[in-house]
């Protein structure tokens, strides 16, 4: 018997989802070793820009201060483990599969040693198309990162596709 | 410190590449910054199991070697406003791994001079794994 297609993978759930913001907790305070050390994991075996480690050199960047590698992921390590994630296998149904479709990111401020970054984030856009693995429905998060003083430091929309 | 300036950037030029040919060593140090214990970045049974050729590197670490591509171009100013990749290939234990970019338009917008460039990583095959583009500023 062959299984009859899906119509929309686009549930109830799903829909009241749309534009609820979800806000997270704040980061504890970046440090100079944190920024350092994820210069040093990213350049390996090659020694970081200064600019990331290095205080007087950083004083006379026309950043005035150290700052953060722009990609910097300050959410890591937190006591309270997160839930294990989405595996990409899914339960291998049609629509619990997952593929990564992709990252936009826009940076605002940088993120300086001493940044308290809170973020929120909320499912922005969900829409289906017909592609070659039949239907896939793709699910934009869009996640804001703000400072200590309330300025926006990073904006990312990241595109989960499910087929 | 980078010597570059606007009036130097030619639209169509192409980036110095940054390149890295990665295993455990490199994957284990982000898996450690990031916090990304992940069986299939850390044992080549386990990427078997799922019908790769083995372990296979983190995706963002490819977004942070092309964000080091931009800064290795910047220099210290470096400032990249818009980001954008998608990833559709796998970095396997001992590929080479060369983060490439081309200038695709440079003009000024709100006061600004920004460069829009086109971005991706390939391996030692050729096959682009992570193709992308930003927006930088140039400040000088």
């Known amino acids: ?163 | 410190m980078s010597n570059l300036t606007f009036a130097s950037i030619s639209e169509g030029q192409e980036l110095a590449t940054f390149q890295r040919t990665t295993d455990f060593m490199h994957w284990n140090r982000y898996a450690a910054v990031n916090d990304e214990f992940v069986q299939l970045h850390m044992d080549d049974d386990a990427g078997k199991k799922v019908g790769q050729k083995g372990a296979f590197g983190m995706g963002n670490l490819q977004v942070a070697y092309l964000h080091n591509l931009l800064r290795q171009w910047l220099g210290d100013d470096c400032w990249v406003k818009k980001f954008r990749c998608e990833l559709r290939g796998m970095n396997f234990k001992n590929d080479t791994l060369t983060a490439k970019g081309k200038v695709l338009k440079k003009y000024e917008q709100g006061g600004e001079k920004l460069a829009d460039v086109e971005l991706w990583t390939e391996n030692q095959n050729g096959q682009k794994l992570c193709p992308g583009s930003a927006t930088v500023v140039i400040y000088s």
């Open chain 1, 1 to 163: 018997m062959t299984q009859e297609k899906p119509k929309t993978y686009v549930t109830p759930e799903i829909k009241a989802r749309i534009g609820v913001e979800n806000p997270g907790q704040a980061s504890s305070p970046i440090e100079e070793s944190d920024i350092r050390k994820w210069a040093i994991a990213v350049y390996w075996p090659a020694q970081p820009p200064r600019v990331f480690w290095d205080v007087e050199h950083a004083k006379k960047s026309r950043w005035k201060g150290i700052i953060a590698p722009q990609e910097m992921n300050v959410f890591t390590w937190p006591a309270e483990r997160p839930k294990q994630r989405l595996s990409a296998a899914g339960t291998g149904q049609p629509g619990s599969r997952i593929l990564n479709g992709g990252s936009e990111f826009e940076y605002f401020a940088p993120i300086r040693p001493g940044d308290v970054i809170s973020s929120n984030s909320k499912l922005a856009e969900v829409f289906e198309r017909e592609g070659k693995m039949g239907l896939m429905m793709f699910q934009v998060t869009q996640t804001d990162w703000t400072n200590q003083k309330g300025e926006l430091v990073k904006r990312s929309r990241t595109t989960l596709i499910f087929y």
